[in-house]
């Protein structure tokens, strides 16, 4: 079977080490050099790669993305139609992702902002203990990494609540869904934490009025999509006092332009979408997994649901 192989120049090379190290017979051929288009049965794409191209190749069987999210790859003119797209469930991606957040948790639940200005300014004075279990803390989205999330969390004792879209049981987590769901929750979030997938139904989500009604003084995290966040709206919540925080990993453009409020606002931190990077080593046996499964015609995993859009 000939892979196609397109990423980040950076990242080929390992991508294609850690795909052969799992197949040494996989023909892996390196976009833009395709080779015979009439050969290509699978492609293997970073988000960046445009899928009007992907429509060159007649045998093409599958896609399969080399991170978690795929709204890159849905947007107009999305995948060749009736070829499915896989995207990755990692055990790396959902450590590193759980790191992040719980790290950002911590920050904000400890003052660490506020010691460091401390710091800053040579002053000795101690601020009134924190309360583990009366931070409540609510996860917009509990997939593969929200519910890792959610366990870490509730793992050092926070309650957690997790918003779905359909009902969802997870031990120790409070669910709520649906659009009374998420009011709910976020009227009840001392630190409200995104990890959506981003579709039409999730765009802006985090906007003036989910803010409006969270706590004073609450704090947004958002490892998900720049898109998710309405960013005016969460500036003037910063600006205007009622939220105290704000940890951001994602942007909307990427990268982030230099003159954006966000780089220099005394309440935002600020990582460049790096929460939770794709390992090709640790990615590669599910991919090859998924393209034998597609040559032998065998059940694809980790297939995305197109009408959901995630
Ligand atoms: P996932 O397993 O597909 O989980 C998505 C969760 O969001 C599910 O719980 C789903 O509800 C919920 N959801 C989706 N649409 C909803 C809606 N309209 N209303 C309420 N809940 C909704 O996704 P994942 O693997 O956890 O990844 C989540 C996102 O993280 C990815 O899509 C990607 O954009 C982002 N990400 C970011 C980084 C980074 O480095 N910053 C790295 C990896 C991923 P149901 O349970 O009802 O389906």
Not at 63 to 74: E, P, R
Not at 187 to 198: F, G
Not at 264 to 270: A, E, F, Q, Y
Request: glycine share 10%; aromatic share 6%; proline share 9%.
């Amino acid at each position: 079977m000939a892979v196609l192989l397109s990423t980040k120049a950076q990242a080929m090379k390992a991508w294609r080490d850690a795909l052969l190290a799992v197949d040494p017979t996989l023909d892996i051929r390196m976009f833009p050099d395709a080779g015979d288009p009439a050969g290509i049965e699978a492609a293997v794409v970073w988000t960046a790669h445009d899928m009007a191209e992907l429509r060159r190749y007649p045998k093409l069987k599958l896609i399969v993305s080399m991170g978690a999210g795929v709204d890159h790859l849905l947007r107009p003119p999305g995948p060749p139609p009736g070829i499915p797209v896989a995207r990755l469930v990692d055990r790396m991606l959902t450590t590193q992702m759980g790191e992040w957040v719980l790290l950002n948790v911590l920050r904000f639940h400890r003052q660490d902002p506020d010691y460091r200005a401390q710091q800053r300014d040579r002053v000795w004075r101690e601020l009134p203990a924190p309360v583990t279990a009366e931070r409540r803390i609510g996860i917009l989205g509990l997939g593969e990494l929200g519910t890792h999330a959610a366990g870490l969390l509730r793992g050092i004792g926070f309650p957690v609540m997790g918003w779905t879209r359909r009902p969802k049981a997870v031990e120790g987590v409070e669910n709520l869904h649906g659009p009374d769901g998420l009011r709910a929750m976020a009227a009840r979030s001392d630190i409200l934490v995104c990890l959506l997938p981003l579709t039409p139904e999730t765009r802006g989500i985090v906007d003036a009025s989910l803010l409006g009604l969270m706590p004073r003084g609450g704090f947004v995290i958002n490892g998900a999509r720049g898109g998710h966040v309405v960013d005016a709206d969460l500036l003037a919540a910063l600006d205007g006092g009622h939220l105290a925080g704000a940890a951001l990993d994602v942007f909307q453009p990427e990268p982030l332009p230099a003159d954006h409020p966000y780089w220099s606002h005394p309440k935002v931190v600020m990582t460049p979408h790096a929460a939770s990077i794709t390992i090709p080593a640790s990615a590669a046996p599910q991919v090859v997994d998924n393209l034998r499964r597609a040559r032998e015609g065998r059940p694809l995993v980790n297939l995305v649901d197109f009408s959901a859009g995630y």
